[in-house]
């Protein structure tokens, strides 16, 4: 059979569906299926919340269709999977929208389709979980009615510079011929480059350890903050002498959150349970993350009183992405809200409404001159607008820059201020 011929369906458009589809569209049809009406209508109406793709891109991409109804995607050969896979509650692997995906799905793809995941798992998932539920809805047997692929995505949201097209694409499939098949496809739209793993294990493992190696490193950078505090000198001033040495890592200290940083570790802690290997360090760097938020929360309130009036700047995971899931900001919020602070919350890259209902935050615009600044995510519109910021200070103001990346612009003007 001849695949290169066939449409496509993205089953998920959020940060990694949308941009993948928009990509293939030059070279398939494509289809992209969401279960989220007005994720449709918006999409439809070539607005993206994400802000991972321009309407310009998506007027553009004429041979990109969009649904949210499952018939419309029945009989396909082509399923590329992107949907989230978060933990729960216990930090335990939540599999809940990857396995309603592999029942849709088997209940509908035609005879020798292939279903392509790039959501994050832990190993094995793939061929031991989502294969026999596909196999079992369609009554197919694998890599004989239908095959299997792992491609693991590598979004970076916000980030434009790696875009999906410049990121060299992993790429695994359930037998030899299927992984070139589906190498055949992506290598269409990467410019970077395809690389054949071994097997789809290896693949999945790939991108777990991905995220969880920049885990460790900034729970390591995070810990040298701390300790840089105790002996009284900044860690940036330490961090920059360290990085004249050609082959030292530049992370920086911060709270790590999201949806894959924040997340991956705990898949791979998971599976190393359940063939009983050691997950000591990637669990170590973990912990010490997740605690960054009770301990820079003690170290502001520390130095305020309760009256204080506070304004923290930003909510999402990250610096100038609109996704708020995980965060460590909208947590380190809720901490000065619950204890009946006075603070207020400011954030013009994120949807209110979304804040509102996701963390019943109320997010409000700066009015008034601040006890203290908490600036909890550096989003670029600080510095575009800096002089913005610095109507709402007082000659008192403390400022909390936490990333200290505003440190030379906050220290110059005189603030009693701090950073990690």
Known sequence: MNYMNKEIVIVGLGYV?????????????????????????????????????TKKSLKEAKRLKLTNELKKVAEKYIYIITVPTPVNAKKLPDLNFIKKACHDVGKIMAKDAIVIFESTVYPGVTEKICGPIISKESGFELNKNFYLGYS???????????????????????????????????????????????SIEVAETAKAIENAQRDINIAFINEIALLCQKLNISVYDVLDAAKTKWNFLPFTPGLVGGHCIGVDPYYLAHVAKKVGANADVILSGRRLNDQMTNIVYSKIKDQLKINSSILQIGVSFKENVPDIRNSKAAELAKKFINKNYNIEVYDSVVDPEEVNNIYNIKLSIPKNKYDCIIIAVPHKFIENNKKNILKHTKK??????ITGKYRSIFLKYGFKYWSL
């Open 152 to 198: 693991p995505e590598r979004i970076n949201p916000g980030d434009k510079k790696h875009s999906v097209e410049k990121i060299v694409k992993v790429v695994s499939g359930s037998n030899k011929n299927i992984t070139k098949v589906i190498g055949n496809i992506y290598k269409s739209i990467i410019k970077a480059g395809i690389f054949y793993a071994k």
């Open 17 to 53: 569906g949308l941009p993948l589809g928009i990509n293939l569209a030059k070279n398939f049809d494509v289809i992209g299926y969401d279960v989220s009406l007005d994720r449709i209508n918006e999409l439809n109406n070539f607005n993206d919340k994400t802000k991972e793709v």
């Open 396 to 401: 008192s103001t403390i400022i909390f820059d």
